[in-house]
């Protein structure tokens, strides 16, 4: 089988210390956390920036600052910033990382509730205006999908043109809002994207690692972090995005696949094919 790609989202914008005194706010322990998952075997660092006291921020300069520093320690590891950014940023906040020379970045795929009052708005014209702006600056998009209609949405958008292939999609599985990560779900999102593409599979919380074991097993790729997960088993916090991504690297082993590097996740996914 294909190797694995393993993605650490070492952040997020919603978990804090208090869920977990891992979650890097700081450039250095950012920049640390991303080290440590890039050891541990990841390919790709999922990347949120903070402010020193942990407030969400889609800053261009705080973005620069973090991965000039990833860079310096893990040279050829994929950076791939948020254009999420967190709830109810405006489109030109979210969009700020993609000013920096990057070859990858979310772009999520749909509206969709986020828990609460809260709701995570893509619209279509959202959407098609980040795909034109992440094309125009050559920046492979990793297609967000919450739940099938967002599946839907990139195929009407790659019939128009917005969206090109080759197209990789994650299937973000578990938020209070979207769908939930059983096991139907994750053929039913598998199923419902073209044959050539590929797919990575983040599980929210207790969705976590049955769904990564899912994608090991049926030729997908993974994503870990304590941006979607806090604990590495039932009632025991995670000592750091490392050990979430251990966890897979030894079930990618269990199952006979082995991961993939940095220059072997940008071939796989074809990040710089024209
Ligand atoms: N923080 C969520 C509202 C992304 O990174 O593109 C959105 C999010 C998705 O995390
Ligand atoms: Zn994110």
Do not use: W
């Amino acid at each position: 089988m294909n190797k694995l790609i393993i993605t650490c989202a070492i952040s997020g914008a919603e978990t804090s210390k208090t869920d977990n005194s891992y979650v890097p706010y700081t450039i250095e322990e950012t920049v640390e956390e991303a080290y440590q998952a890039y050891i541990a075997g990841a390919a790709i660092i999922h990347l949120h920036v903070r402010k020193d006291d942990g407030t969400p921020t889609q800053s261009k300069l705080r973005y620069k600052a973090v991965i000039k520093k990833i860079k310096e320690r893990c040279p050829d590891v994929i950076i791939q910033p948020s254009t999420g950014g967190a709830v109810g940023m405006s489109r030109s906040t979210r969009l700020k990382p993609t000013e920096l020379d990057i070859e990858m970045a979310t772009l999520d795929c749909g509206t969709l509730n986020f828990g609460g009052d809260q709701i995570f708005v893509n619209t279509e014209n959202d959407i098609k205006y980040f795909a034109n702006i992440m094309k125009e600056r050559s920046i492979f998009p990793e297609l967000e999908c919450f739940e099938k209609g967002h599946i839907d949405m990139v195929l009407r958008l790659h019939k128009k043109g917005f969206i090109q292939k080759p197209m990789h999609f994650s299937f973000v599985l578990g938020v209070n809002g979207g769908m939930t990560g059983e096991e139907r779900d994750f053929y039913f999102m598998k199923e419902s994207i073209p044959s050539d593409s590929t797919y990575s599979v983040a599980g929210i919380g207790k969705y976590e690692f049955p769904l990564a074991e899912l994608s090991i097993l049926n030729g997908g790729h993974v994503r870990v972090g304590l941006e979607d997960n806090i604990y590495l088993e039932k009632g025991v916090l995670a000592k750091g995005n490392k050990e979430l991504v251990e966890k897979v690297v030894l079930m990618a082993k269990r199952n006979n696949r082995e991961i993939a590097t940095p220059d072997e996740a940008r071939k796989i996914l074809g990040i710089g094919r024209k």
